[in-house]
């Protein structure tokens, strides 16, 4: 069997998902991982395991230029950032994730609201973005009650604050644009879109995308999606690819729209876009809006669909940075997924870290994917964020919802999940709320 070395940069449970689906490949896969804490579940997988910062430069370009891996991809959004792509390039090391110049896509959320602009691409809110105070009360007359203010940069869903849920009328509105300004020089203030959001992912050469199922992920921190936004509790997808509130319009929408961008990003930076295009949409009562573009697989949103993928995802990997990718066979198993991540008490504000959890019995038909833990020798640690995702796989909804559930309730310690994600009861709610709004 032919051998492929592929070298992996993260270590959430997004790349041990990555990692396993690497390891289905038809080819022998060497991998060889960088991440900034040692991930139990990717560990298993790995060749060598290299403890390093994700964004040091100078530690992948030694790890990488020993290895000679056949190509790279990159998980998280920060080393993305940072360079590592471009500067694996330098090395002659292609990756399935994109440069820095188009990454922008993700990091600066400024950028693509005018990108959309510039090129008559539909999708965008009702928007302003600020480089000191001058309108900016003015603007916020003009949206009235319903308003979102957003820091520009990466800050993993946190920066961002919505009136009614964050911030209690235009004072507060002003206050916190204002700190924005202050901090980075630059804040977005936009409309607030009323409908569901979700999440659809295309494989992406720079030209030819392919989409993933669509996904719903859950925010917000406690149940009935309240309290503060996370790096995301759970998701889920159901077995004929759609939601449902969605129709099959609201996904070509979307479908198109990454299309367009990828498009547009080629024309305006001359640089393919080559990676995963993930983006955050909002089904409202006039179509579909974006939220946000984001350059790497969803966490959890690559729990759902990686586990579904039928193709080979080295052969999508190697299609993305051959510019191949139409001819590459990519197909997802019709089944349902829930995704729930156990956290620890006190997430995302003041999480517990250190605290010893015990996983209990995990039911056939659930995936385990680690995160944030560590692994000493007496058991599973606590690290501070998210600890470890559980994936219900099945034909319908409900049974993977009660599988999932059933994984993430077994968990003792000082942590807690979302009950609700992918249950009837929540999803009837959504569907409600749109049929109201449509
Ligand atoms: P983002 O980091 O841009 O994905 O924003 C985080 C969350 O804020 C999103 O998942 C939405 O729930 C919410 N949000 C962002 N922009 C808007 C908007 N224009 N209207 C309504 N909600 C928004
Ligand atoms: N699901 C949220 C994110 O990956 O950014």
Redesign the pocket.
């Known amino acids: 069997m032919a051998v492929k070395k592929v070298l992996l940069i993260g270590n959430g449970a997004r790349e041990h998902v990555m990692a396993e689906a690497l390891k289905r490949s038809r080819y022998h896969v060497e991998l060889y991982v960088v991440g900034s804490a040692v991930n139990p579940g990717i560990r298993e997988l790995a060749a060598e395991y290299l403890v390093a910062d994700v964004c040091d430069k100078n530690a992948i370009g030694e790890f990488a230029s020993r290895v000679r891996p056949d190509f790279a991809v990159v998980g998280p959004e920060a080393p993305k950032e940072a360079g590592i792509v471009d500067m694996l390039l330098e090395l002659e090391i292609h990756s399935a994730s994109p440069l820095q110049t188009v990454g922008r896509l993700e990091s600066s959320?400024s950028y693509t609201r005018d990108l959309l602009e510039k090129h008559q691409i539909p999708g965008n809110?009702k928007f302003r973005v600020f480089y000191n105070e001058e309108g900016l009360e003015d603007f916020f007359l003009e949206l009235g009650d319903d308003f979102?203010v957003?820091a520009d940069g990466l800050?993993g869903?946190k920066?961002?604050k919505?009136s009614g849920d964050h911030l209690n009328g235009m004072e507060e509105g002003l206050e916190y644009a204002r700190s924005c300004l202050l901090e980075s020089g630059r804040v977005i203030v936009?409309?607030?879109?009323i409908g569901q959001?979700f999440s659809l992912m295309s494989f992406c050469d720079g030209t030819y995308v392919v989409d993933m199922p669509a996904v719903q992920d859950h925010?917000r921190a406690f149940e009935g999606d309240k309290g503060p936004?996370t790096g995301g509790m759970g998701s889920y997808s159901c077995e004929n690819h759609l939601l449902p509130f969605l129709n099959i319009s609201d996904v070509h929408e979307a479908s198109d729209m990454n299309q367009r961008v990828a498009k547009a990003l080629f024309e305006d930076t001359g640089s393919y876009f080559k990676g995963v295009m993930y983006g955050?949409f909002?089904v409202t009562r006039d179509g579909v809006r974006l939220?946000?573009y984001n350059a790497r697989l969803g966490d959890p949103e690559a729990m759902n669909v990686l586990p579904l993928l039928k193709g080979d995802f080295v052969d999508i990997c190697e299609g993305i940075i051959n510019k191949t990718l139409d001819q590459v066979d990519i197909e997802f198993e019709k089944k349902a997924t829930v995704c729930k991540y156990v956290v620890p008490e006190g997430y995302p504000d003041k999480p517990v870290k250190g605290e010893k959890i015990e996983v209990g019995e995990i039911p056939e038909g659930v995936r385990t994917y680690y995160a944030s833990v560590d692994q000493r020798e007496d058991g599973l640690y606590l690290s501070g964020s998210r600890a470890i995702a559980f994936v219900g796989v099945s034909d319908t909804l409900e049974e993977a919802e009660r599988l999932a559930q059933s994984a993430v309730g077994s968990v003792k310690g000082p942590v807690f999940h979302r009950k609700d994600i992918g249950t009837k009861e929540l999803i009837d709610k959504k569907v409600e709320m749109m049929k109201s709004i449509r």
């Open positions: 959320k809110p979102v957003k800050k869903g920066g961002v919505v936009e409309e607030k879109l959001e925010k936004n955050g909002i939220i946000e």
